[in-house]
């Protein structure tokens, strides 16, 4: 449908799926207090359990998927909700700026600047500042791996609790990986929407997209450089049983590379930090779905943090397909798997 309103002129397909997704604003949770605030300068939502509590509660900012692109505090209500109530902790979300509008880095800085506006003032939330997790989804989960990333050496703020990263994802180096063939026609994500919302965020457009999609864009010594981390060869061969499509050579395009380099930059794609910045994260969480074109960026990264030395909590939905969780109690159904894999969110955060 954003198509056919594309090509006649009505509106952008960005700008029917932000309509589509767009969400709506709850009422009252009794069990909840909300508030929409402002942490410098980027708008927020904080979710504040109204029982008493014992002592200060652990406090999770989370950032929303969408490929950058899509999503607000509205369409993550439920989520969040749900988050708050069942761990009994705080929960800010954030509304980052959002693709094309604003391009890279914008939303890795709005997510970095609220989440240590957040860490600088826990008291006022009743937060124990050494229990604070960084939490998102598909591009809030690269979003949250970054800002873990870059906070992993401050020694001027308290050391995040934990991360955790729902279907993240964590590179754009290489969109011929297993998952990517296996679920290219899968949704909620197909493989060219991946690549297409990567170079949404980075450039503001979508040029080049079929040479990213065939791996032209980056040179052989940086393919060579990056193999040891962004592989096949890393991901477990339970993985690769179902057809995988045998990768046909193409010829690197300088010009192409010229417009995409920042691809190489972690805080675009975290699966790319050097080990010295890996092992300085804190507890891991990671799930991944099986019907995912973002699944082995999410098992590539678990492999990483786990050779250096990070504790990771790995779950992984056999039945789960990509935003399976974001589709919680959505026009009053959920998937029986985002209603697992959320509760699986929640019980690990409950286990710290």
Excluded at 153 to 174: F, N
Excluded at 175 to 195: D, I, K, M, T, W
Excluded at 342 to 352: E, I, T
Aim: with cysteine; charged share 25%.
């Amino acid at each position: 449908q954003g198509k056919i309103l594309e090509k006649t002129g009505l509106c952008s397909q960005i700008t029917f799926g932000r309509y589509v997704r767009q969400g709506r604003k709850l009422g009252v949770d009794p069990k909840l207090f909300i508030q929409d605030l402002q942490f410098n300068k980027v708008s927020v939502r904080v979710y504040q359990p109204k029982a008493t509590s014992d002592g200060r509660r652990r406090g999770i900012i989370f950032f929303h998927g969408g490929g950058w692109v899509f999503g607000s505090l509205d369409t993550y209500e439920k989520v969040c909700r749900y988050i708050s109530r069942e761990s009994e902790s705080v929960v800010v979300s954030v509304q980052y700026r959002l693709a094309p509008e604003h391009k890279y880095p914008a939303a890795y800085e709005d997510c970095l600047n609220a989440t240590i506006h957040f860490m600088k003032n826990t008291e006022h939330y009743g937060v124990d500042p050494d229990n604070v997790i960084v939490c998102g989804d598909s591009a809030g989960g690269n979003l949250a791996a970054a800002v873990s990333q870059t906070l992993a050496g401050r020694s001027d703020l308290p050391r995040l609790r934990a991360q955790i990263l729902i279907y993240p994802g964590l590179q754009a180096l290489d969109f011929n990986l297993p998952s990517y063939h296996q679920n290219r026609g899968v949704p909620l994500l197909f493989r060219e929407r991946a690549a297409f919302f990567a170079l949404q965020y980075l450039n503001g457009d979508a040029l080049h997209m079929q040479e990213v999609l065939e791996g032209s864009h980056i040179p052989p010594d940086m393919k060579l450089k990056y193999r040891k981390w962004v592989s096949p060869d890393n991901i477990p061969e339970k993985f690769k049983v179902r057809g995988v499509k045998p990768l046909r050579r193409t010829d690197f395009i300088a010009e192409v590379y010229e417009t995409v380099k920042r691809f190489c930059e972690p805080n675009l794609c975290p699966l790319l930090a050097e080990d010295a910045i890996v092992h300085q994260l804190p507890e891991s969480f990671i799930l991944t779905c099986e019907y995912d074109v973002l699944r082995d960026d999410g098992l590539l990264y678990k492999k990483r943090l786990e050779d250096n030395g990070v504790r990771v909590t790995w779950y992984h939905l056999e039945d789960g397909f990509h935003g399976v969780i974001s589709l919680y109690d959505y026009c009053g159904f959920s998937f029986p798997a985002g209603k697992r894999g959320l509760d699986s969110v929640v019980n690990f955060l409950k286990s710290l």
